[in-house]
């Protein structure tokens, strides 16, 4: 590709799903190679911002993530512009929309990965690394090391690929990708600055606690959301189309844990959890499988007995989803302390930008839901915190509404280096350094492309403001929803044909419109 290639031809290019970077970029060097920060980027997999109690503490105590926060800065206002695991992993290292790098969803590969952030930060002479969970389908390119889970990885003695070896470790997954972080860590070459890309598994479905965490929450219930029994009543047939209701749609092996189980008397829905459910629990030891066994007998055996129906069994499947997920988080925050420790002993504290996200946000019984992929609330907002003592200040931001392909251009600009043209996100370099930016995104443009899919949750598109919310459902229906997040943050009134809120839908219309052709999306 010529070096001469402007933007507006690269964008063609990129149009059609193949991201292809000028060449120039090859070269790409430090304006100041004296500031440049060691970086460790945090990603774990569809944390919800609920799950941490420096955003909410009524669920769960995460005292590490917690002290990450309150030494750095916190976004409450941090959105996935396509909430399912490989097109936001996409975007968060190319800095680039779904419809510009091509992975709309999860079935498609990252084709090329020149312009990556990592590659451009080990072109400018970072000692880089990817340890974790990848999801991307292609081999990581950009990464002097890499070392990840195929797949989905599991959460007892997972297999890794490391360069062409493929091979498995003993032991709870959250715990190993800590010790080969700290590991690579440690062996690292000394006189260079680094990158370390931390992807952790948890806390992705089917929500395995770790051996220390197991009897978490054991004596009491966590609350249930205002909203999980929602009868969808005012909003567009994809909300009641959906099947990912915890209470229909979970598998009761494979998800809540409750085993053995009479196959004789299951559905095929349930025979095939038990199948999934056994394919994990089978890799487990003898001494594993006995913690698990003794954890989970008592309530399980309790379920056999009273076997509950109808409102009981659905708050009985809440239970149990929402400490399973809960119990696995309380082993990263565990691996983060460990990190911060780290960095501290070695005197790298404040020079290392750490940074704790997830690649979107997740129901955590929310409309009685699991899983994300709508563009309401819960699935699009996400855990961003970044801590970097010698450049971002202490606070929590409130002001700046922020998107994933933010984070490349920014990371790139505190490493003093160029951000390419191509890239459609916006460095928020200012704002974590206490700058007010008057000229700052007011709304941002989301899309969810996949469907037929699992879940069943159809296509959308939309744009979000500070306080208001425009939804179109499209392919097998045509449909609005609009919503007024201020007297409304639930997002259960549509309001979309309301009197009310005529001129307020005509101003979102063309704020949607504007974005869309802003940002090059096909009609």
Known sequence: MSEKLNRRDFLKLTAIGSLSLPQVFSSISCRSKGSQPNIIFILSDDHACRAISSYDSRLMQTPNIDQLAAEGMRFDYSFATNSICAPSRASILTGLYSHKHGVIDNTIELKSQEGTFPLLFKKAGYQTSYIGKW??????VGFDYFCILPGQGNYYNPDFIEKDRKYQEHGYVTDILTEKSLAWLKNRDKKKPFLLFLGHKAPHRNWMPGPDFLHLFRDRDLPVPETYFDDYSTRCPAAKLQEMRIADNTYL???????????????????????????????MTDEQKKAWDEAYREENEEFQRKKPEGQELALWKYQRYIKDYLRTIASVDVSIGRLLEFLKKEGLAD?????????????LGEHGWFDKRFMYEPSIRFPLIIRYPDGVKKGVDKEHMVINVDIAPTLLDFAGMSIPSYMQGRSFKDILQGKKISDWRQAFYYHY???PAEHAVRPHYGVRTFRHKLIH????????????????????NN????????????SLMKELNRLRTELGVKP
Not at 135 to 140: G, I, M, R, V, Y
Not at 261 to 276: A, D, I, M, Q, R
Not at 495 to 506: C, G, L
């Open 135 to 140: 999801h991307l389908k292609a081999t990581p």
């Open 253 to 283: 092996a494979y998800d809540l844990k409750l085993y053995p189980l009479n196959n004789s008397e299951l559905n095929e829905h349930e025979k095939t959890g038990v199948e999934y459910w056994m394919s994990g629990y089978n890799r």
């Open 351 to 363: 020079n290392t930008m750490v940074i704790y996200t997830s690649d979107q946000g997740f129901f």
């Open 449 to 451: 492309y996949e469907y």
């Open 473 to 492: 459902f499209y392919q097998d229906m045509d449909c609005w929803e609009l919503y007024d997040l201020e007297s409304d943050p639930e997002e259960i």
């Open 495 to 506: 309001v979309y044909n309301h009197p009310d809120y005529q001129k307020i839908k005509e």
